[in-house]
């Protein structure tokens, strides 16, 4: 299992506290190696994404109401990715939330064969 924190990303703080970091916990146990890959690296995306948006919604200030009116994106999925409940969410939806917020996205893809396990006795 691996834990991942994303800093001290102020979430929506009760009485002025600041709130806990935002953490995402991958557990893959019992799946083939390259599945495992494969959704650690979707889940990684996803959490960078997300934590991107949280950022600048607490750099502007907004809750997630106002969040809401200004890009016409539901509360609700705000509120999700405040939480880091990402499951719910494509890569091109939480990029396309990004574009509401005024934000340009940029995505590098690079592309390496797999290094296959070594056979015994072949």
Known sequence: MTKIV???LPREAV???PADPIEIE???RGTPEGVRDRDTNLTLAKARLGARI???LDEAGLSIRQAEVRTGVSHIEFSRIRQAKLRRFTIDRLMSILECLG???EVSVTVH???MPATNGS
Do not use: A, E, T
């Open 6 to 8: 994303f800093g001290h």
């Open 15 to 17: 009485g002025g506290m």
């Open 26 to 28: 991958l557990s893959r």
């Open 54 to 56: 949280v950022r600048i």
């Open 103 to 105: 934000q340009d996205v």
């Open 113 to 115: 064969p797999r290094s």
